[in-house]
């Protein structure tokens, strides 16, 4: 399914959202500009090494600089190639902005910074002696949607499921569509440590921590005002009625 649109009101400009999608296409229109092998340098230094952080032996004996830490950051901002950029830009312009419309500005940069940098952790946790470069924005990402799923369960999402090449078009609830893309991370991020070799590719359990920690903290950078309902948090139980009704 590839989520097309999704059908929530805002009531503010989401200038974190599109400055942060601004920054994004400015750094991978720089990173696109360098010959190969300056780039796959530019992914090492800056990029997510796990055995960097978990072996600064390892890191001095290939010539790695200080500031391993400062990664968390800047590999949020790098991507390997226009799908993997233009895939985690589309998703946070279709959920950024009710997200941060219901926790602010400033606390939106800082969840959203703050689920990439879980991610990270979670991802050196399951594959501590990496050495293979981790970047993009979708750990941190992924928590923008966990936040989502829990704030907004209800909302209608118009997603877009090829079939051969007919494309079919649905409207479902984000409970739906969120559910079946967390699930489909959790498979696949289990079928990864079944496969023998270096670790690469998707990140997919970087994608499972993100996504739980937006899911477990957003509340702890709510901004308290007036929802977007009375019952904008919909109790999960209502949820469940909902999806019964529906499918009936």
């Known amino acids: 399914m590839i989520p097309l649109q999704d059908i929530l009101p805002r009531r503010t400009v989401p200038l974190v959202t599109w400055g942060l999608i601004a920054v994004n296409t400015l750094v991978f229109l720089f990173e696109i500009a360098l010959p190969q092998p300056q780039r796959e340098l530019l992914f090492h230094y800056l990029g997510l090494i796990p055995a960097r952080i978990t072996d600064p032996e390892w890191a001095k004996l290939h010539g790695f600089p200080p500031g391993a830490y400062l990664t968390f950051f800047t590999h949020l ?39 990439g940098i879980a991610a990270a952790l979670v991802h050196i946790y399951i594959h501590p002696l990496s050495t293979v470069p981790t970047i993009g924005a979708s750990g941190a990402i992924s928590g923008v949607l ?103």
């Open 146 to 248: 966990g936040a989502y799923l829990v704030m907004f369960p209800l909302a209608r999402v118009i997603v877009m499921v090829p079939i051969f090449i007919i494309p079919f078009f649905f409207e479902i609830p984000a409970i739906v569509y969120l559910g079946y893309w967390y699930l489909i991370q959790i498979f696949s991020g289990t079928l990864s440590l079944a496969l023998p070799g270096e670790v690469g590719g998707v990140a997919w359990w970087a994608h499972v921590g993100g996504f739980l920690a937006g899911v477990l903290t957003h509340r702890l950078f709510y901004q308290k005002r007036r929802s977007y309902f009375k019952d904008e948090e919909v109790p999960w139980g209502a949820v469940i009625s909902y999806i019964d009704r529906i499918n009936r």
């Open 77 to 115: 901002f790098l991507h390997g190639g226009w799908v993997h950029f233009l895939g985690n830009m589309w998703t946070l312009w279709i959920f950024g902005d009710n997200v941060e419309d219901r926790l602010g500005h400033v606390r939106f940069l800082f969840f959203y910074l703050f689920c």
